[in-house]
């Protein structure tokens, strides 16, 4: 299984980016997708899940209210859409599979894609 992000970029603060999680087979079918961000010198953090079973969604509390995660099961692709963005949210998003139900814990997660560069600044 490949998971390969694309979609990130420079962005001006209060600005919006979409990022996208395209698997390489029906894997992101019946199971947690989480979407994760690394800061240089930070700890990875957790940003939002999606059960791909039913839809529903979580969120970490920094992002609440500005990230929105959606999955396209047809095109085996889900997405973070980023709107609001911060400063503090410039890191390296990685997209990730796991069993149900939606864990925050990197480690319960199977498969990882690459990641995709995100820079909010002005």
């Known amino acids: 299984v490949q998971l390969v992000e694309s979609g990130g970029g420079l962005v001006q603060p209060g600005g919006s980016l979409r990022l996208s999680c395209a698997a390489s087979?029906?894997?992101?079918?019946?199971?947690?997708i989480g979407w994760f961000r690394q800061a240089p010198g930070k700890e990875r953090e957790w940003v939002s899940g999606?059960?791909?079973?039913?839809?529903?969604?979580y969120y970490a509390d920094s992002v609440k209210g500005r990230f929105t995660i959606s999955s396209d099961n047809a095109k085996n692709t889900v997405y973070l859409q980023m709107n609001s963005m911060k400063p503090e949210d410039t890191a390296v998003y990685h997209c990730?599979?796991?069993?149900?139900?939606?864990?925050?814990?990197?480690?319960?997660?199977?498969?990882w894609g690459q990641g995709t560069q995100v820079t909010v600044s002005s």
């Open positions: 990730a599979v796991a069993g149900l139900p939606v864990s925050v814990w990197g480690y319960e997660y199977d498969h």
């Open positions: 087979s029906d894997i992101l079918r019946d199971y947690a």
């Open positions: 999606i059960d791909t079973t039913n839809g529903k969604t």
